[in-house]
């Protein structure tokens, strides 16, 4: 009769389960890029949208939305999603999941801890995060201030379902990096068109204009006086009323302007600010005197491309002088 030996340290029939493995550092940033750079770019992308869209526009409330999404989805995946599946999605492709130094599962709370604390592994010139490749049990300081462990998964091989919505979430988040790149193209030419428009608008009716919110006749008077109010906008008209009043009871003196040179300083698509320099004649032969004055003028759109004066502030006062005979 043949007597089996039995002594475990023979047979090996009686060997616990193997030591868990530390993961390797490229799988844990791996495992980080595809929890955090979705969510990163996406985020990226919504706040340089929003900086060139109209601000508490459409457009930029829908970039406020997806920006919080993006947050909101980043955080559920690292600290929700491990304690629904035991794993995030980038831990979950990489095989490796966290668990505290005694082999227990880490809640939700203490892995935000450990994602905060992480800024311990950042300050030092980012040694933290190098330390794995030279500890043993593959730790950073925040591991080891808070005994954590990241280890390789017995089962490597992500859940078909984890793999699937980890390709959704990067294609989600790059196609949504996609379109905010577009709609910030499309909105910032459109804002750069309409700025030239209104530039090259105020260029050739802003003189004019103002030529005409200026001169009058003694003869034409409460016609041009009518005129000129017509041009100015609602802030400014009661301001122009009352120096056609005073103009009117001093006894009108024909004043006529035209415009020698201009420059717009400055535009936007409903605003713009342009500064003159005026020349002209005041009064009828032969007390005549001929005028010159700079004033700068802001106008205001008010719609299908009209414009309207809003304010002439002065920057050199009229200066008269008699005309030789």
């Known amino acids: 009769m043949t007597v089996i030996d039995s002594d475990p340290q023979i047979t090996g029939a009686n060997d616990g389960p193997a030591p868990a493995m530390p993961a390797a550092w490229v799988a844990r940033a791996g495992a980080m890029a595809v929890d955090i750079l979705p969510g990163a770019a996406v985020l990226a992308t919504t706040v340089l949208v929003a900086e060139s869209v109209p601000p508490r526009g459409a457009w930029w409330w829908l970039c406020v939305l997806i920006g919080a999404v993006a947050i909101l989805w980043t955080a559920f995946n690292r600290l929700l999603l ?7 999605l980038g831990r979950a492709v990489f095989g490796i999941t966290v668990v505290h130094c005694n082999g227990g599962p880490v809640g939700p709370w203490w892995l935000l801890l450990r994602d905060l604390a992480h800024l311990l592994d950042t300050a030092p010139m ?5 330390w794995p490749l030279w500890d043993p049990r593959g730790r950073t ?3 080891m201030l808070l005994r954590t462990e990241s280890r390789l998964l017995q089962a490597r091989r992500p859940d078909r379902t984890l793999r699937r919505l980890t390709a959704a979430a990067m294609l989600t988040a790059a196609s949504l990096c996609v379109v905010g790149a577009a709609i910030s193209y499309t909105v910032v030419r459109q804002h750069d068109r309409a700025v030239t428009d209104a530039g090259a608008q105020i260029a050739a009716q802003g003189p ?11 003869e034409t008077i409460q016609g041009d006086f009518d005129h000129a109010r017509s041009l100015a906008s609602d802030k400014y008209r009661p301001q122009l009323s009352a120096l056609q009043q005073a103009a009117f009871k001093a ?3 024909r004043n006529e302007y035209w415009v020698t040179s201009s420059s717009v300083l400055s535009a936007t698509p409903d605003r713009a600010t342009m500064l003159l320099y005026l020349r002209g ?3 009828a032969p032969p007390n005549q005197r001929d005028i010159a004055a700079s ?4 106008f205001v759109e008010s719609g299908a491309a009209r414009w309207r004066i809003d304010d002439v502030a ?3 006062e009229p200066q008269t002088a008699e005309t030789k005979s």
Do not use: K
């Open 82 to 88: 491990p304690v629904i599946s035991g794993q995030s």
């Open 126 to 130: 980012f040694a933290g995060w190098l």
């Open 141 to 143: 300081f925040t591991d």
């Open 208 to 218: 004019r204009m103002v030529v005409q919110i200026l001169s009058y006749r003694p």
């Open 251 to 253: 006894g009108p003196l």
């Open 281 to 283: 004649q005041r009064g």
């Open 295 to 298: 004033v700068r003028v802001t």
């Open 314 to 316: 002065v920057v050199t």
